[in-house]
């Protein structure tokens, strides 16, 4: 009976090891997933502010930013002019 009992004991220390083990990880990865959602908000956040200040900003003119993004972009878009799959060369 006694050592029916030890063994309990010993199975119960051992138990309590695990358990404080599991613990401590799931605190450490929870306190990682914590951080990496502040860093995310923040981000959001900051871009938030930024779209404040554009709608806000009373001299800016979304629709000529646009237009001037848009025809950024043609400009861009058209680089060289040489089609793909042809080289300076064979134009």
């Known amino acids: 009976m ?3 009992i030890a063994m309990v004991a ?15 990880a799931t605190a450490e990865h929870t306190a990682e997933k914590a951080a990496q ?6 981000e959001l956040e900051e871009r938030v502010q930024v779209l404040e ?9 979304i629709a000529t930013q646009i237009e001037a993004l848009r025809d950024t972009k043609k400009v ?10 042809l080289s300076r060369e064979n134009a």
């Open 2 to 4: 006694g050592c029916g």
């Open 10 to 24: 010993i199975w119960t220390k051992h138990r309590e090891k695990v358990v404080k083990i599991q613990v401590d």
């Open 37 to 42: 959602y502040a860093s995310h908000v923040k």
């Open 53 to 61: 200040r554009i709608v806000t900003d009373r001299g800016y003119d």
């Open 76 to 85: 861009e878009d058209q680089g060289s002019g040489v089609p793909l799959g």
